[in-house]
């Protein structure tokens, strides 16, 4: 089970950080992402965080790299997403997801959690 959560209001250029708090998974080979839609849109793929052993690995979509940071508390089993200088083409609802046995970008998630809406306003 992922349980996302932090969505919320604000304005342009201010942050935000979502939490995403699982269950049922081990941290290792397991990858946990962000993905946004709106609807009628495509989902798209925000970042996400891998686990092999000790080490993570972090990959981002290109229009948020240096303005969002996915990091995790593995003893608190969460995953965060702080995003910084939020646009109002941010706004979406983000969901988190995992996949298991994760072998590298892109992130194919088998484990969906419910959506958290962010939005932006200019």
């Known amino acids: 089970q992922l349980q996302a959560s932090g969505g919320g209001l604000v304005q342009a250029g201010e942050s935000l950080t979502l939490s995403c708090t699982f269950s049922g998974f081990t941290f290792d080979n397991t990858a946990i992402g962000w993905f946004r839609q709106d609807p009628g849109k495509q989902r798209e793929g925000v970042a996400g965080?891998?686990?092999?052993?000790?080490?993570?690995?972090?990959f981002y979509e290109d229009s948020v790299k240096g303005r969002f940071t996915i990091s995790s508390d593995n003893a608190k089993n969460t995953v965060y997403l702080q995003m910084h200088s939020l646009q109002p083409e941010d706004t979406s609802t983000y969901y988190c997801?995992?996949?298991?046995?994760?072998?590298?970008?892109?992130?194919?998630?088998?484990?969906w959690g419910q959506g958290t809406q962010v939005t932006v306003s200019s």
């Open positions: 965080i891998s686990f092999s052993g000790d080490l993570s690995t972090t």
């Open positions: 997801a995992a996949e298991e046995d994760f072998g590298g970008p892109p992130l194919v998630p088998g484990y």
